[in-house]
């Protein structure tokens, strides 16, 4: 009994103990802030990607706090971003997007990670009339839904394979065939339809289409099919690490083809890290990528300098994740100054008709909420660095054929 | 030549997966606890080769012995100071227990090393070598070489020493090692501590096949659970027969019914041997 | 003095919406869920003592069919009810196929269900959506109206299952369970059907889940694979009632409120230590209270402090 009671004891302790450090965490700040609520992907699965948008989002915060804030009317506020782990579980994020805004009360959102969590999480800001953005999202069902309050920063996922696969046509008329591997999840099965229509549309046959789980741990079952309908271009789908296993196990296999493209990873340093000399020649797409060159409005001015800002701070090479981020945070602070007020309603007018240009690119919305200006570069690994082959006017390198 | 390779590459990834199940199937048979940590100690022996190979140029397989000994040491900790403690608990109990430990180490891994991926890249690789026209990856050959080598010591281990003996003799008979001399406490933390190295060691030779992330911890341990079930709980054939049977069966799998539906198809001959054969390919009655 | 203890708490309960704002409600939506969970679970794992690892499933299987049968059109009612029945149905045959096997085997096999239901509605993306997802129609009332709809709902649904495990609790059925978990050899001598009383605490432990599986898939309007099929939903209903007290009726109650408050504190207070915490809490509680009851002995409470 005795020690039954000393536990109890212990135990409450612990919770005064874990009420006291929630309770300092949320006393108010003395300056005028902005609450905008991130709920992201911190631990799990997706934890790598969480993180990412959560260095982008934090060196808008600080750049735009170092210099004021954000200018309403005549006031400045500063700015706060409340971050919640959901543990890369998508029902939770749901859950989660909902804490923020009926229990923090934050101002804006911004969406959680990848096209499936924020078409989960859309229909809870729409609820609430909270403009938000979603900084991962590409399939086009997540803005097709008729939502009011959900912008986007990614194009649809077509806007990425028809430039590769026009160009890879216009280098090397001779392709002809092309074999997919594509993991059963949202976004990898996506753009992998999306690659068989554009296919389809250059008439290219498709020799070999399989997805593959969650979870898989070996490959080489569909490499060694790939390997004998001998395509000329391989189109592997999926995240960091199915897509360094894929590389991995194509070479232990001796599969060769002419054309590798990968996404989405390829853009990300741990993948050259993680692939070393078999990165080379991989081609992909991104919706953003360090060599554009925007002269850009907002807190971080020209592309360039947001490249040295993000270097100094983490002192990385940002990608178009970590990019894409920090820009949902301006576009959000050129809305509400434009708008001058923190009025919702407002505030989405002012997203709705935006029309300006970032780093990150020119910055307009389509009807559904999803931006329409954007023209997503093409690029190559070579030399251990990914560098643009398509557009021309931004085009670092010319595109080479040849996986070994 | 295509079902030749498939077969061959069946054959060498059910030796990784022998490889991952042997430690986790000695704990379970012979402590009964169903230890949950496993995984985490596979991706924590792969963080350890990681780091052993950037920072002082270890090869892997050379870094199975600190790997498998610094995992040692931790099982042996945990099991004689924590585990130890409700071992006689109910299944369930010791279960919880672990889960809650596995929430406690792999959250502190995900804080030391971040959540990003790493791979350990051989400026040395083996390369692959063609044997008419059959393909043989060489680094994979040399690792599955290596987990044979191990799982082979394990087993000597356990059939020839003195400490071995005491193990099987626990596994048997709990009640009768105890009345015989055997110390029970003690053979149960150098079980478990063995099923750590063994967790450890595999971690060293996966870390040249498999990204390594905290993330992963979760497929290897499910992977451990149906190698267990096919081979028969707690004997090292077993898990070495279980292994084998998964790679293949999942590599065929891939082959006629496409790579999305292998898993389902081995979790479905799972079920039936449940259900037809619940003590696995190679177990024995009597250890349920 | 323990009828007017639950008649307050159902009072309390009821009223809950009226006074909390939608965090409140949402929240206690989910305790409502997880003590359907753990008074599920209860049935087979602690009256039984068949250590289930099934849950998951069960849930799984509710959340499709009535997201299914939702996005046919069928009333959202009548779908979570179609739910409940189907999980039972696949309860009671899959308990038919792997009762047999006992302790570790059988953990091993109601954990591979959940494996096996998984990839199957992953690769099955025709009605699925597969790894796409599903969206559910979202019932076109205010928020706050669909936040009490939901919450009413798993209220429902949670005291039904409460009603069921206090009514199996005292009768002949709960006798047997506990038999079987003794001695299944001496219960089988003693005239107890094993196979029978296996099946159904099984199929007790699949039906009620499976609504509550229904009525999440339509209160969070989008549902994957990975996410309903958790093995995070098998393992947290047997924390709770590790908690809460093994083989009692009020038992997974406590131990599904007390387990949530954990969580939530927890989750709230560390962005990125949480499960850590958690981990402690729980590792703590297993050396410290392995009886479970916590806190205070609520039996001898209800009870009226008699001894």
């Known amino acids: 009994m005795k020690k039954r009671a000393l536990f109890t004891l212990a135990v409450s302790t612990l919770f005064v103990g874990l009420q006291a450090v929630g309770g300092s965490s949320s006393v108010q700040a003395a300056e005028k802030t902005i609450k905008f609520g991130a709920p992201l992907p911190l631990t799990g699965a997706l934890a790598p990607e969480g993180i990412k948008i959560q260095r982008g989002l934090n060196l808008w915060m600080d750049t735009a706090n170092a210099k004021g804030g954000i200018k309403v009317g005549n006031e400045r506020y500063k700015i706060k971003i409340i971050y919640q782990d959901y543990q890369s579980n998508t029902p939770r994020a749901v859950q989660t997007a909902e804490k923020l805004i009926t229990d923090d009360k934050v101002n804006f959102l911004f969406s959680p990670f990848g096209s499936g969590a924020t078409k989960a999480a859309s229909g809870v800001s729409e609820k609430y009339g909270i403009p938000t953005i979603a900084s991962t999202a590409s399939s086009e069902a997540v803005y097709n839904q008729g939502y009011k309050y959900l912008f986007g920063t990614f194009t649809p996922n077509i806007t990425l394979t028809q430039p590769l696969t026009d160009m890879v046509i216009a280098k090397r008329p001779e392709t002809k065939t092309v074999a997919i591997l594509a993991r059963n999840d949202f976004f990898p099965l996506a753009i992998a339809n999306v690659m068989k229509k554009s296919a389809a549309k250059r008439n290219l046959k498709m020799v070999f289409f399989e997805k593959y789980a969650i979870g898989t741990m070996d490959h080489s079952s569909a490499l060694v099919q790939m390997k004998a309908a001998k395509p000329d271009w391989i189109f592997a789908t999926g995240y960091l690490n199915d897509l360094i296993l894929i590389r991995n196990q194509m070479s232990e296999l001796g599969v060769k083809v002419p054309v590798l493209t990968m996404v989405a990873g390829p853009a990300y340093k741990e993948f050259i890290d993680g692939t070393g000399k078999l990165a080379e020649n991989i081609t992909s797409a991104a919706w953003w990528h360090p060599a554009v060159r925007y002269n850009g409005k907002g807190v971080m001015g020209k592309t360039e300098n947001f490249n040295k800002l993000f270097k100094a701070k983490y002192n990385l090479v940002p990608d178009y994740a970590e990019a894409s981020a920090t820009a949902a945070g301006i576009i959000f602070q050129l809305a509400i100054e434009t708008a001058g007020t923190l009025d919702h309603k407002k505030v989405r007018d002012a997203l709705a008709t935006m029309d300006t240009e970032t780093f990150f690119g020119p910055i307009k919305f389509g009807a559904n909420g999803q931006i329409s200006s954007l023209k997503p570069p093409v690029f190559q690994i070579r030399g251990g660095k990914p560098l643009v082959v398509y557009p021309d006017v931004i085009k670092q390198i010319d595109l080479k054929f040849g996986i070994k | 030549m295509l079902y030749l390779q498939i077969l061959l590459n069946g054959l060498l990834l059910g030796g990784l997966y022998a490889l991952i199940a042997v430690g986790f199937s000695l704990v379970w048979g012979v402590l009964n606890v169903i230890n949950i940590l496993h995984g985490t100690f596979i991706v924590l022996g792969s963080y350890i080769a990681y780091f052993a190979h950037l920072y002082f140029g270890i090869h892997p397989f050379a870094s199975v012995i600190i790997s498998g000994s610094v995992l040692f040491c931790l099982g042996y900790v945990i099991q004689a100071g924590i585990i130890n403690r409700v071992v006689a608990a109910p299944v369930l109990m010791t279960l919880t227990l672990t889960f809650g430990l596995d929430l406690l180490l792999n959250n502190a891994m995900l804080i030391a090393f971040t959540a990003d991926y790493r791979k350990l890249i051989l400026t040395d690789s083996l390369g692959s070598y063609d044997l008419w026209g059959l393909i043989l990856p060489l680094n994979r050959v040399a690792g599955v070489g290596l987990a044979a080598l191990l799982t082979f010591g394990l087993y000597r281990l356990l059939r020839d020493s003195n400490i071995g003996r005491a193990i099987v003799a626990v596994r048997m008979d709990r009640e009768a090692a105890t009345l015989m001399g055997v110390r029970v406490n003690r053979i149960n933390a150098v079980t478990f501590a063995l099923g750590a190295l063994m967790a450890g060691a595999a971690g060293s030779i996966f870390s040249i096949i498999y990204p390594i992330s905290p993330i992963n911890s979760g497929l290897f341990l499910g992977k451990a659970f149906v190698i267990c079930i096919l081979g028969g709980l707690g004997s090292v054939p077993g898990a070495m027969i279980g292994g084998i049977a998964l790679g293949v069966i999942e590599s065929y799998g891939a082959l006629f019914f496409g790579p999305e539906h292998s898993t389902t198809l081995a979790f479905v001959i799972l079920i039936a041997l449940l259900i037809f054969r619940p003590t696995g390919i190679m177990g024995r009655k009597g250890y349920e | ?307």
């Open chain 3, 1 to 307: 003095m323990k009828k007017i203890a639950i008649f307050v708490a159902i009072v309390a309960l009821l009223a809950l919406p009226y006074f909390g704002n939608n965090y409140i409600v949402r929240l206690a939506t989910v305790m409502m869920m997880y003590s359907v969970l753990a008074l599920s679970w209860n049935f087979i794992g602690g009256m039984a003592g068949y250590p289930s690892f099934a849950t998951a499933a069960f849930f799984g299987i509710g959340a499709y069919v009535g997201a299914i049968l939702q996005a046919n059109g069928i009333f959202f009612g009548a779908a979570w009810f179609a739910a409940g029945l189907i999980a039972l149905i696949f309860a009671a045959i899959m308990g038919r196929a792997i009762l047999h096997l006992r302790g570790h085997y059988f953990a091993i096999a109601s954990l591979v269900m959940v494996e096996v239901l998984r990839e199957v509605v992953n690769t099955n993306d025709q009605i699925t959506g597969g790894g796409m997802g599903m969206n559910i129609p979202i019932l076109k009332i205010s928020v706050e109206a669909s936040g009490m709809l939901f919450y009413y709902s798993m209220f429902v649904v949670a005291l039904l299952t409460l009603a069921t495990a206090s009514w199996v609790y005292h009768s002949k059925l709960g006798f047997g369970f506990r038999c079987i978990q003794q001695n299944e050899a001496a219960a089988n001598m003693l005239g107890v059907d094993s196979t029978k009383y296996k099946t159904i605490a099984f199929s007790l432990s699949a039906v009620f889940v499976g609504m509550a599986g229904a009525i999440y898939a339509s209160w969070v309007n989008y549902i994957e694979p990975p996410d309903v099929f958790d093995i995070f939903l098998t393992i947290k209903p047997v924390v709770m009632v590790l908690l809460g007290g093994m083989g009692t009726v009020f038992g997974p109650i406590i131990g599904a409120v007390a387990f949530l408050a954990l969580e939530e504190i927890v989750w709230r207070n560390f962005l990125t230590i949480h499960s850590a915490v958690l981990g402690l809490l729980i590792v703590l509680l297993v050396l410290f209270l392995p009886k479970g009851a916590l806190f205070f002995d609520y039996r001898q409470f209800f009870r009226g402090r008699k001894k």
